[in-house]
T-cell receptor, first 112, second 120 residues
């Protein structure tokens, strides 16, 4: 059974800092991995999708890496801003016809 | 449509009543998923529809929960005889989904904004 863990559970950083969020999964035979953000009381917004054959994806200040063999992904946020404050979730998909298994999330607060 | 649309956005119901939640996926997405997020909890998979295949109902918590997807598009999640522990945000997502090889394209999920259900 796939298990997804995110560390840390919560993180507070001052504005401008670069930060790394971690995601680990127990079964490395994934199809893809997706990072989402969730704002309080809202749904999920997709940030980045990494296919199993890829090593990283970038979008603006965000960079996600994937190391399938070690069962890890990281989300790097450069020059953090207060608007980045949210819960960040990673989720893995095992096959083309498969549900997502979510991590428990990292709650990020970026302070002024 | 441009995104996944869910209605209603909020629903307050009395214990014991039935409720219906609606999801309108992105046009052309063949896969549709329902998840539930209870206060302070992670996302819990409920049910998955893929084209004309039999749905994967393995996540439904009890027989009070059912879902259908008509015409391969809109889906409704029905909760009968609601209980207070059913209070949660119900999230719908859709994606492109295929079986076979040589797949191309982005098979990421797109989520709706959710329906916040409160059972009083």
């Amino acid at each position: 059974k796939q298990e997804v863990t995110q560390i840390p559970a919560a993180l507070s950083v001052p504005e401008g800092e670069n930060l790394v969020l971690n995601c680990s999964f127990t079964d490395s035979a994934i199809y893809n991995l997706q990072w989402f953000r969730q704002d309080p009381g809202k749904g999920l917004t997709s940030l980045l999708l990494i296919q199993s054959s890829q090593r990283e994806q970038t979008s603006g200040r965000l960079n996600a890496s994937l190391d399938k063999s070690s069962g890890r992904s990281t989300l790097y946020i450069a020059a953090s801003q207060p608007g980045d404050s949210a819960t960040y979730l990673c989720a893995v998909r095992m096959g083309t016809a498969s549900k997502l298994t979510f991590g428990t999330g990292t709650r990020l607060q970026v302070t002024l | 449509g441009a995104g996944v649309s869910q209605s209603p956005s909020n629903k307050v119901t009395e214990k014991g009543k039935d409720v219906e939640l609606r999801c309108d996926p992105i046009s052309g997405h063949t896969a549709l998923y329902w998840y539930r997020q209870s206060l302070g909890q992670g996302l819990e998979f409920l049910i998955y529809f893929q084209g004309n295949s039999a749905p994967d109902k393995s996540g439904l918590p009890s027989d009070r929960f059912s879902a259908e997807r008509t015409g391969g598009s809109v889906s409704t999640l029905t909760i009968q005889r609601t209980q207070q522990e059913d209070s949660a945000v119900y999230l719908c997502a859709s994606s492109l989904d295929h079986s076979g090889r040589g797949l191309k394209g982005d098979y990421g999920y797109t989520f709706g904004s959710g329906t916040r259900l409160t059972v009083v």
